[in-house]
């Protein structure tokens, strides 16, 4: 399985990004899919998490309400709308596939995993 994330770069507080991930290998349709990040200095984090339908969706409360996760099964992949940034959101975006079926906010759950986009919120 392989996972290209894309869609990182630099942007004010207040604005919007809207991040890819293009899945190949796997039966993506099947698989869950979820967003990680991770700061400088700090350990990875859960942001966001979809079903392999798209019809369930979970988020870390840090972005509830202004992250929103996506996934067009014709296309392979899943995407992160991401709006009102701040810039506690500047971090190393990775996007992580899992063959169960259940959402999961543990890094434990994904097998698969993209290389990372970085993103940069200034204030």
């Known amino acids: 399985v392989q996972l290209q994330a894309s869609g990182g770069g630099l942007v004010q507080a207040g604005g919007s990004l809207r991040l890819s991930c293009a899945a190949s290998?796997?039966?993506?349709?099947?698989?869950?899919m979820g967003w990680f990040r991770q700061a400088p200095g700090k350990e990875r984090e859960f942001v966001a998490t979809?079903?392999?339908?798209?019809?369930?969706?979970y988020y870390a409360d840090s972005v509830k309400g202004r992250f929103t996760i996506s996934r067009d099964n014709a296309k392979s992949t899943v995407y992160l709308q991401m709006n009102t940034l701040k810039s506690e959101d500047t971090a190393v975006y990775y996007c992580?596939?899992?063959?169960?079926?259940?959402?999961?906010?543990?890094?434990?759950?994904?097998?698969?995993w993209g290389q990372g986009t970085q993103v940069t919120v200034s204030s």
């Open positions: 992580a596939s899992a063959g169960g079926s259940g959402l999961s906010k543990l890094m434990a759950a994904y097998d698969y």
């Open positions: 290998g796997r039966t993506f349709s099947r698989s869950v």
């Open positions: 979809i079903s392999w339908s798209g019809g369930s969706t």
